[in-house]
């Protein structure tokens, strides 16, 4: 079954740690995305990657860093520059252009 | 810079009613509008998408509309059932940014009672 796969599905660290969430997608898409989602709120957008080997910064992208090494992949460090990083961390892909967004199911970050 | 609000935050209603769900946007350049259901601890399932040409789309139970000249989207769920419980969030995809991502609403959380 193609599909977007994010693991671990909860991950814990301890404050001034970096953490890596995992990204991998088999849908063949082009474009990867990751948002941050805080109770009550909606999703933002942390970084975006149209193609390999190219990602951009979303609206909060402070803290965080992404590679793009392979079309699959696209995972996100969380780093200890991070002011509150405990979140649910959603990732997203598409086949590119204005195409509908598939999502993962998701991470719930806890730091503390 | 585009804004979405979601209006009521939470919602409950008895099984078998007919719902709206309300969405509007600063910015009406969007080139489309996308609804998507949440279940809790879960990511997000597109529900439907509106192109910005259109007026509205259907699937099922559900209708979504699409209003642009005055930064509206409603979604129309016909007969509730307790399985229509989540969270509702709508997105636009605005024309003039080159990234392609969604701007979210913070969502309408529903609950439909037995």
């Known amino acids: 079954d193609g599909g977007i796969t994010q693991s671990p599905k909860y991950l814990f660290r301890k404050e001034g740690q970096n953490v890596t969430l995992s990204c991998e997608q088999n849908l063949n898409h082009d474009a990867m995305y990751w948002y941050r989602q805080d109770p009550g709120q909606g999703l933002r957008l942390i970084y975006y990657?149209?193609?390999?080997?190219?990602?951009q910064k979303g609206d909060i992208a402070e803290g965080y860093s992404v590679s793009r090494e392979k079309k699959e992949s696209f995972p996100l460090t969380v780093t200890s520059a991070q002011k509150n990083p405990t979140a649910f961390y959603l990732c997203?892909?598409?086949?590119?252009?204005?195409?509908?967004?598939?999502f993962g199911n998701g991470t719930r970050l806890t730091v503390t | 810079k585009q804004e979405v609000t979601q209006i009521p935050a939470a919602l409950s209603v008895p099984e078998g009613e007919n719902l709206v769900l309300n969405c509007s946007f600063t910015d009406s350049a969007i080139y489309n509008l996308q609804w998507f259901r949440q279940d809790p601890g879960k990511g997000l399932t597109s529900l439907l998408l509106i192109q910005s040409s259109q007026r509205e789309q259907t699937s099922g139970r559900l209708n979504a509309s699409l209003d642009k000249s005055s930064g509206r989207s409603t979604l129309y769920i016909a007969a509730s059932q307790p399985g229509d419980s989540a969270t509702y969030l709508c997105?636009?995809?605005?024309?003039?940014?080159?990234?392609?991502?969604?701007?979210f609403g913070s969502g309408t959380r529903l609950q439909v009672q037995p």
């Open positions: 997203a892909s598409s086949i590119g252009g204005y195409s509908p967004l598939h």
């Open positions: 990657s149209q193609i390999v080997n190219d990602f």
């Open positions: 997105a636009a995809t605005d024309m003039d940014t080159g990234r392609r991502a969604l701007t």
